[in-house]
């Protein structure tokens, strides 16, 4: 019973001497490292019984604490592509180059004499075990390459590993577009470990030159004014998914560049034709405002033609929340467009009038205000007139028949005169009992005024004829000098020699609609220098 106890128990040990044995016999040696060549070397380094990829690099303190691996990047950017505002991302051609320390790589013990650093590519990368770094603002990215991807692997003496990749990448950049299109953007890169927080692998930018540009890189529509670059560290929880599902805090890097809008492309093709499209609009000033079409045709047209040119410059935009300095542009200018067409339709409708306003005083306040409500002025004017017809002419009432309506016909009963034979009649002149009638009358002004003509009774009577007593009397024949004036006409008389006597005028509607037009040629330019002076001073200096 002990006899086989003590056979199997030697048994196992002999199995496993043989094992260790093979396995020693399996690794190979690294003696004689300076008659090996390159591959061979590296094969011997990486071998699985010295070398596991799947595990970082292992450092420690004095104390027996482990390091976390210290990883040192580098970017030259090469070639940047214009910001694509529609869509809020850029893209960048850049080299990215990581540097780091494994110890487990150095072959200056084992091969002194080798003093050049190993270079391979891929494949050389793929063999090694390499920190997982992500772009975290990506839309998309790849490694360039043609029949293979540029990827340059160096192993230095002392275990140092520089990876030097080409990349291309579409990353996002939220723009600010306040104040487009003289706006400024800061758009980042940004860098994070993805497997290892902080206490297993920070990143670090080199000390010197960290970022740089190539000097033929050239922006068609922004100026790279300065870029600088940060290292902080990412706090995530399970609010932020982007490391997957593992807590903790991890290492990132960012370079930021600073960019310019160039605005000479706007300058040319929007503000300038817009400026001139306003301009334009203001012909229709010197243009008689009885002609409707061509100010309509000509107001319509500058309206379209400035609102197609405005919404081809915001096809390129986002639709954002917020107002932005380019729509606050296209407002004013639609407005002073508009506004030309409004002031043709104002000065038309007071073209077509067909009374006379009366104007107190010749300037703008009172020719505006007697405009804009002359019916109102027209109403008060006739009230003071009748007031004042009814206290000096009492009207009989008995000689309008009861059946016409009162105050409106006004009769006058003048003494019959007898005219002799071969006399010309002339009839006598009236007397104006306000000479401001006749001011008022020789200013081509029309008067709706009705006579009314009454044929007399001429029959002559014995004491006329006892009177003539002459054989060459002819009957006499009566011509009555009567006029018979409506009730608005006689107001209207009253209404123009009270202005006349009060020191007010009057001005014709055509007047009026010219003297408008004449202002608006120097009011609407004005305003319109007026808004640019505030547009330009927002822009540029706040």
Not at 21 to 47: E, F, K, M, V, Y
Not at 503 to 532: K, Y
Request: proline share 5%; glycine share 4%; hydrophobic share 40%.
């Amino acid at each position: 019973m002990w006899s086989l106890i003590i056979a199997i128990l030697l048994n196992s040990v002999w199995c496993r001497t043989v094992h260790t044995a093979a396995l020693i016999d399996d690794c190979p040696t690294l003696d004689n490292g300076d008659s090996l060549s390159q591959t061979q070397l590296l094969d011997r380094l990486t071998h699985g019984c010295r070398y596991d990829r799947l595990e970082r690099p292992l450092t420690y303190t004095q104390d027996g604490s482990r390091l976390p691996v210290d990883v040192y990047m580098r970017a030259y950017i090469y070639f940047m592509q214009n910001l694509e505002a529609h869509d809020l991302q850029f893209k960048i051609f850049a080299l990215l180059q990581m540097r780091y320390l494994d110890p487990r790589l150095n072959f200056r013990h084992v091969s002194p004499k080798r003093l050049q650093p190993i270079l391979g590519e891929q494949q050389l990368r793929d063999s090694l075990w390499m920190p997982h770094i992500f772009l975290a603002n990506e839309r998309d990215s790849s490694i360039l390459g043609t029949s293979e991807k540029d990827i340059l692997t160096s192993i230095s003496p002392d275990g140092t590993v520089i990876v030097s990749t080409r990349i291309k990448a579409t990353l996002y950049c939220w723009l600010n577009l306040k104040k487009f299109p003289f706006d400024e953007q800061h758009c980042s890169t940004v860098l994070e470990s993805w497997m290892y927080n902080t206490s297993e692998l920070v990143l670090h930018w080199e000390q010197k030159r960290p970022i740089t540009y190539d000097p033929e890189l050239h922006l068609t529509e922004f100026l790279l004014k300065q870029s600088w670059s940060n290292e902080t560290v990412i706090n995530a929880d399970l609010s932020d998914l982007r490391h997957g599902a593992f807590a903790g805090n991890y290492s990132s890097l960012s370079f930021t560049v600073h960019l310019t809008r160039v605005v000479g492309f706007y300058l040319m093709d929007y503000f300038l034709p817009s400026m001139l499209i306003v301009a334009i609009s203001w012909v229709s000033f010197w243009l008689q405002a009885d002609q409707a079409p061509p100010r309509i045709t000509l107001g319509t047209s500058t309206l379209l033609t400035f609102i197609t040119l405005a919404s081809a410059q915001g096809k390129t935009l986002p639709k954002v929340s917020y107002i932005k300095v380019s729509e606050v542009w296209f407002l004013g200018c639609t407005i002073f467009i508009f506004g030309s067409m409004v002031e043709f339709a104002f000065v038309n409708s007071i073209w077509r009038r067909k009374h006379n306003v009366p104007i107190k005083k010749l300037n703008s306040k009172h020719i505006l205000k007697s405009t804009l409500s002359p019916h109102l002025l027209r109403r008060r004017s006739h009230a003071r007139s009748r007031s004042f017809s009814g206290s000096g002419r009492p009207m009989d009432t008995s000689s309008l028949g009861g059946n016409l309506p009162f105050n409106n016909y006004l009769t006058v009963n003048l003494p019959i005169q007898t005219i002799p034979e071969g006399q010309v009649l002339v009839r006598p002149a009236v007397p104006s009992r306000r000479p401001s009638l006749h001011m008022l009358s020789s200013t081509n002004r029309k008067l709706d005024v009705t006579f009314v003509e009454s044929a007399l009774n001429t029959a002559p009577t014995s004491g006329s004829a006892a009177s003539v007593g002459s054989a060459t009397s002819v009957p006499s024949i009566d011509v009555p000098d009567i006029s018979v004036f409506n009730n608005n006409t006689a107001e209207e008389i009253d209404h123009k020699e009270e202005i006349a006597n009060n020191g007010w005028t009057t001005l014709t509607p055509q007047e009026i609609a010219i003297w408008i037009d004449r202002r608006a040629r120097f009011m609407f330019p004005l305003a319109f220098l007026v808004f640019n002076m505030f547009f330009w001073t927002f822009v540029y200096c706040i």
